[in-house]
């Protein structure tokens, strides 16, 4: 392997592309934006023999055009050559970019005269084979530019495997499996306060909701064995290298169980002195 490492940021307009590569940047990454991508494996072979520079990090999306059609064999080039390649693409709801470019009054670039959701529609045909051949894939949707900054520079910051980030997601099945998540697990057995008249308007975070979900059984016996497991898996991830792991915890709306879960998981792997972030996706909503 040469002693040189490429992260590709890649999504559609408005996913936080500019965000992450100032996050790479402040990590030490030499960055480049909006380069033609045939032109990745001489920049790369340039770079490697300044003996300086050891990180790099290139933005590529759809302003690239027809360049993207060989992007993906260029990559396996690249990795071929012994380069260390990790493709990272940001992805976001529909609604989540169109209301991004609102805020901003931004034109979507393949639509200059037409709304951004016409554009929205070209550009995930156009970057569909990018998307399928990404190393990773982080939603983007909920988050706001302090909270993508902080999970890009805690992926990256520990890839040597040394340590390695943890982040733990509540979810409502109703709304949708996180597509940035490498764990799935769905606690729809567990009792259900929803169903409890004076329990039904509170959120998994109040102590009433925590006390009737974590005193059940059934989720004494679930946490048990997810502990268990869990200490099983995180140290065979940490040695393969993987410096990020998504933990997707889901139930019906994503309000009561999974809330609650998903901070007594955090709680228990903060005990165990690993780097955890939990996150609400959908707890705010009806």
Known sequence: MKDIRLVVVSGPSGSGKSTAVKALEDLGYYCV???PVGLLPRL?????????IFKVAACVDVRERDFLKGFVPILGELRAAGYSVELIYLEASD????????????KHPLAPDESPAEGLKRERVLLDDVKSN????IDTTDFN?????ELIQDHFSGV???KMSVNVVSFGYKYGIPTDADLVFDIRF????YFVESLKPLDGTDARIREYVLGSKETKEFLKRLKGFLEYLLPLYRTEGKSYLTIAIGCTGGRHRSVTVTDEIVKELHLAAILV???HRDIGKS
């Open 33 to 35: 934006d909006n380069m």
């Open 44 to 52: 790369m072979e340039l770079l490697a023999h300044t003996g300086t």
């Open 95 to 106: 609604d989540s970019l169109q209301r991004r470019f609102s805020e901003t009054r931004r």
């Open 134 to 137: 990404a190393d990773k894939v």
């Open 145 to 149: 530019v302090h909270q993508l900054r």
């Open 160 to 162: 040597s495997g040394e």
């Open 190 to 193: 567990l009792p259900n306060p």
């Open 277 to 279: 972030r939990g996150r």
